[in-house]
């Protein structure tokens, strides 16, 4: 066993939520006037609401004050949750099931390290639940990834040091927050461009593997 725990961040690696808030930022800024796109969408992973918000308006002339600011968050929220509360247990792969299964049947613990702040609903509407021994997300951070609080934090809930612990993610920013707390970086996605990678995972069943043998 290589690791004594894996901590994974959630939309992107567990699940595919990026659709959700596509649609749900791309209607914010449909009411606003403001152009959006899938490349812009890109931008957002792994930061959180308010940090994308803001990259959100970078295309907005009209500076908007800290209250309409809110406002708009949470009107997106109350959208992305309208199409989180469709997701059902059938939006996780068996891929992932077996995978979270083998790692904890051989006494590797499991963790969330996600900057959501709907993680423990995503986590309940898809029944990953069971899978996990701790969730550090969006509700117990001040700072966002880049910054490695969230997985320091997921490390701390499990009592397993970070050196003997690996991240598992789809974002750049995650990458860095992974090395910057010490942890073995397992990118995915867009993330396995980052030089600072420790491993490039083609599957979810490669990572399990690497976590086991
Ligand atoms: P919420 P992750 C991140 O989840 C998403 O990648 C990012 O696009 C989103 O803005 C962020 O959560 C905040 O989400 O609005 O639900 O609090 O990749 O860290 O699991
Ligand atoms: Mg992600």
Not at 177 to 206: C, L, M, W, Y
Request: net charge negative; hydrophobic share 45%; with cysteine.
């Amino acid at each position: 066993m290589k690791f004594d725990a894996v901590i994974f961040d959630l939309d992107g690696v567990l699940v595919h939520t990026d659709k959700f808030h596509y649609l749900a930022w791309k209607s914010i800024a449909d009411d606003l006037g403001v152009y959006f796109d899938e490349t812009i969408n890109t931008r957002l992973r792994g930061v959180g609401r308010m940090d994308s918000l803001n990259i959100l308006l970078e295309c907005c002339d009209r500076p908007l004050s800290d209250a309409e600011k809110e406002g708009l968050a949470a009107v997106k929220n109350e959208r992305y949750r309208r199409y989180l509360s469709l997701m059902t247990p059938a939006d996780v792969t068996d891929e992932v099931r077996t995978g979270l299964s083998r790692i904890r049947a051989a006494g590797i613990k499991t963790a969330i390290g996600s900057v959501s702040k709907n993680a423990g609903y995503i986590l309940e509407k898809t029944d990953l639940v069971k899978y996990i021994d701790a969730v550090s997300d969006g509700n117990n951070i001040v700072n966002s990834k880049p910054d490695p609080e969230v997985f320091l934090k997921a490390a701390g809930f499990l009592g397993i040091a970070p050196s003997r612990a690996a991240v598992v993610e789809d974002a750049v920013a995650g990458i860095e927050a992974a090395v910057r707390g010490g942890f073995f970086a397992i990118a995915v996605g867009d993330a396995r461009n980052h030089p600072k990678a420790d491993f490039k995972a083609q599957s979810f069943t490669e990572i399990i593997n690497l976590a086991l043998y």
